[in-house]
Each structure stands twice: as C-alpha cells, then as structure tokens.
C-alpha cells in the first residue's frame, strides 16, 4: 500500500513538470511570434520597411512558411525595395510555381523595376495557367504598346475586353486603341455596351465624348459633355469638345462662352481651340476679336526655337557645299526671330563661297548694327577688318 502510494507521488510529480514545461513552452511561443496590432500599426502609418524587419526578427532565413514569405515580400514591395521583395517572391516561386497570385507579384515588381521583357513573361504564364485572367492581359497590352507592337497590345485588351465587356476600365482603354486604330464606329460599340451597365460613369462618358467627336455627331458630343459637367469634369479635354461640337452646330455664342469658362477654369488652350474660336468671331462679325484669336494661333504654331533651327538647317547646307540653300534658310529664319550671328553667317556664305562682294558687305554691316556681346568680339573684329578690305 505505502509503494502504491510512493508511485503515485511519483506520476503525480512528473504530470505536474510536463504541465509546467509546456505552459513555458508554450508562453515562449506565444512570446516569438509577430504582435499582429504592431504589425497593422505599421502597415496603416506605411512604414513597410519596419514592419519587414520587425517580421524578420522572428523567422530564420531559411523560413519555408509560404504565408510568412508573403508577407515579407509585401512589406519589401510596399517599402519600395524591390529586389528583396523579389528574392522572397522567387521563393515561393521554387515552391510552387503554378501559383498566380505569386507570378503577379513577380510581374509587379520586374515592372518597377524597368524590367519589362522579365514581367511580359511573368504575365504570359498567367494567362497560360489562367485563360480569363483579365488584369494579366491588360498588363500584357500596356507593355506591347510601350514596345511598340500596337497589334499585339489591340489583341491582349480584346480579349480582355471580351471577358469582361462591362468592366469600364477595360472598355475604355479598348475604345483607346480602336481610336487609334481610327475603329471609331467598333470603339462606340464597345463603350455602349459598358454604358448600357453604368449610364453615368465618367469615364465611359469621356470615352463616349471622344468617339462622337471623331464620328462627327456634334449634338452628341454636346448632350454627353453636358452629363459630364453636371457630374464634376470640367476638365479641358470636355470643354473644348464640347465648344467645339456647338461650333459645328453653329450655336456660336455658345462656342464663345464655353471657351471662356475653359479659359476661366484653366487659364490656357491650345491653337485649335484658339482657330474655332477665331472663325466663331468670324461667324458672329467680331472680326477684331476674330483677329486676335488669330494672332494666338500663329503664336502657338510657332516654336520659339524655329529661327534658331532654320540656322542650324543652314549652317547644314553650307557644310554641304550647298551656299544658296543655306542663305536660304539664314533669310527664312529672319522671319521668326533675329539672330544676329545669322547675318554674319550669311555674310561669310556670300563672301567665300558665293563671291558676291556686295552681298557680304551688305550682311557684315547688318551684323554689326545689331545689338552684339562682348563674347563675340572675336567675329566682331574679323567682320571690321574684312570690310575694310572689300571697301
């Protein structure tokens, strides 16, 4: 009876230990593991860096734990630092690598990165293990137009398009490049049909807006910028529709007061804007309005460096051996802006290669009448000594 008790002591003891260990085993586990709280504190102050590193405190390097690699590569992705978020994304790519959601986030960062040959093939596995994977096509079709290949971006946003037909974005862009395209009556399709969904999303509407004007149904240009105001978008791309459409319904007054409020909202426009608006004065007979929108446009159509490139266009063919063309082009860049060290160059044109004494005489003294620097001193005291020798 008394070993019967002895042993019970004993299993008693020992049970009491096992409990005492594991509840240490326990706290200490719960003590190595992540404060989920810290953690979203950090993501919602966007601090992706620190939550990366306080993630890293906890897991070895040569961690497997697919969630927790995850998390990792976010955090590194979130912060910027792409390479590493990369490295953590490649592992669980070694570890499966049919899984989508990882060859996205591959694509994602090599697309950051400038990487776009690496992110193109990324993509491509996407849509081979998923044939309706509509964000993998739309990133396909952004990186063949950024290439160049305008068939194969039409292409991917096609199918896109045609997997999901309602989602607006999809429409939009697809409406884009059938514009492109000049596709103007297969772009007004595809934006009605997503239309037809969701009449007052702005921007199907602004894809509308742009179809109409390029099919040339002005009152539907002007009915569907009058939705787009009432709904906030009194951006410069709808009011010059919009102008432009009463234009060609010849509701002039209209036209001049929608070009003044595109004027008032945003301060500029450009030289066709400034045309219509001059031919509406000239509807109208406010012909010295009409003129001053003129003297906008021609500014606008000028470049402020055409003179100085119809110079070096000369200086081009005098090297060329080809002095008319390039006496030419000094004469033609006079009509824009005076640059004094044109006549100069006209004047040694005419003196060394054209033999015409009278001529370079008449552009060295040109020269020299001009409002000239003391850098160019040099040119200055040739063209004095040359003229004295020619006189």
């Given at each position: 009876m008394k070993e019967l008790d002895d042993m019970t002591k004993v299993i008693l003891y020992v049970s009491a230990l096992c409990t005492v260990l594991l509840w240490g085993a326990t706290g200490r586990a719960q003590e190595q593991?992540?404060?989920?709280?810290?953690?979203?504190?950090?993501?919602?102050?966007?601090?992706y860096r620190e939550a990366a590193?306080?993630?890293?405190?906890?897991?070895?390097?040569?961690?497997?734990?697919?969630?927790?690699?995850?998390?990792?590569?976010?955090?590194?992705?979130?912060?910027?630092?792409?390479?590493?978020?990369?490295?953590?994304?490649?592992?669980?790519?070694?570890?499966?690598?049919?899984r989508v959601s990882t060859l996205l986030n591959l694509a994602t960062v090599n697309v950051q990165r400038r990487l776009y040959p690496q992110a193109t093939g990324?993509?491509?596995?996407?849509?081979?293990?998923?044939?309706?994977?509509?964000r993998a096509y739309r990133a396909l079709s952004h990186l063949m137009k950024r290439s160049g290949n305008a068939a194969s971006a039409y292409d991917y946003l096609q199918r896109a398009n045609h997997i999901q037909p309602l989602n607006s974005e999809v429409a939009f862009d697809f409406a884009q490049l059938c514009l492109d395209q000049e596709q103007y009556g297969r772009a007004d399709s595809v934006l009605q049909r997503a239309l037809e969904a969701d009449p007052n999303n702005g921007l199907l509407l602004l894809g509308k807006i742009k179809v109409a004007g390029k099919m040339k149904r002005y009152q539907e240009v002007i009915t569907v910028g009058?939705?787009?105001?009432?709904?906030?978008?009194?951006?410069?791309?709808?009011?010059?529709?919009?102008?432009?459409?009463?234009?060609?319904?010849?509701?002039?007054?209209?036209?001049?007061?929608?070009?003044?409020?595109?004027?008032?909202?945003?301060?500029?426009?450009?030289?066709?804007?400034y045309y219509y608006l001059a031919m509406a004065y000239r509807a109208m007979k406010r012909y010295q309005e009409g003129l001053e929108?003129?003297?906008?446009?021609?500014?606008?159509?000028?470049?402020?460096?055409?003179?100085?490139?119809?110079?070096?266009?000369?200086?081009?063919?005098?090297?060329?051996?080809?002095?008319?063309?390039?006496?030419?082009?000094y004469l033609r860049s006079f009509q824009f802006e005076v640059i004094p060290l044109h006549y100069y160059s006209m004047a040694i044109v005419y003196d060394r290669k054209l033999s015409d004494a009278r001529n370079a005489l008449r552009y060295y003294r040109q020269y020299l009448k001009q409002n000239l620097s003391e850098e160019e001193r040099i040119y200055i005291d040739y063209v004095q000594k040359r003229i004295k020798e020619l006189e």
């Open positions: 593991r992540p404060d989920n709280d810290k953690l979203l504190e950090l993501y919602q102050t966007q601090q590193v306080y993630l890293q405190t906890f897991y070895p390097d040569t961690i497997t734990d697919p969630a927790v690699l995850g998390r990792l590569g976010y955090c590194y992705r979130m912060a910027g630092d792409y390479v590493q978020a990369e490295r953590y994304y490649q592992q669980l790519y070694a570890m499966d690598s049919l990324y993509y491509l596995r996407i849509i081979a293990i998923d044939s309706n994977h509509v009058g939705q787009l105001l009432e709904q906030g978008d009194d951006s410069q791309q709808v009011l010059s529709l919009m102008a432009r459409g009463y234009f060609h319904t010849d509701d002039f007054i209209r036209c001049e007061e929608t070009y003044k409020q595109l004027l008032e909202v945003h301060g500029q426009m450009g030289e066709t804007d929108c003129m003297d906008k446009v021609l500014t606008l159509a000028i470049s402020p460096n055409t003179a100085f490139y119809y110079g070096r266009k000369g200086d081009l063919h005098d090297l060329a051996n080809q002095p008319s063309a390039a006496v030419s082009n």
